[in-house]
């Protein structure tokens, strides 16, 4: 795989703004500048292979995956609406990925949160069909009465579901 395609599937920008980073001068690998964008690297060398943008360095990885403690006051939607998204936590480069939630934590709600770009992960962690066991604890401001715990086992609506 050539250095401008292993920079755009790590999320560095399009495959034009990957070869712009190599011609500019910021993209080394193994300490030394590169300045050919069109350099090969074997897929045996990929699994160990590290390069440095603007100084960072980064590790190739075919797949992400992340754990994030997510704070509160963020959405996990990247089209939020109220408050920031989890995707604003991220580096760029991650964001770029298309990373996914595994859970639609709201706003309101903290804890482990999983992200990846691995849409069969992401898929087999969130699909109704697969019936994943999932444990939430939750706290409330107020007690909850004896009919709340059963409606909210029968699902809850949000704004615009019917």
């Not at 019936?131 to 007690?143: E, I, Q």
Request: proline share 5%.
């Amino acid at each position: 795989m050539d250095l401008e395609r292993i920079l755009f599937t790590q999320g560095f920008g399009s495959r034009r703004q990957c070869r712009a980073l190599v011609a500019d001068g910021r993209v080394s690998v193994a300490g030394s500048l590169c300045t050919d964008a069109a350099i090969n690297i074997t897929s045996d060398a990929l699994a160990s292979f590290e390069f440095q943008v603007d100084g960072a360095t980064w590790r190739y990885r075919e797949k992400a995956y992340l754990v994030l403690n997510k704070p509160p006051r963020y959405e996990c939607s990247r089209d939020s609406q109220h408050h920031l998204s989890v995707f604003h936590l991220l580096p760029p480069q991650l964001t770029e990925r298309d990373m996914q939630c595994v859970g639609p934590l709201d706003q309101d709600t903290t804890g482990l949160l999983l992200l990846s770009d691995d849409g069969a992960f992401v898929h087999a962690f969130t699909s109704p069909k697969r019936k994943v066991a999932k444990v939430y604890l939750a706290t409330t401001r107020h007690p909850l009465d004896d009919a709340q715990p059963g409606a909210l086992r029968d699902g809850v609506l949000l704004h615009g579901e019917s």
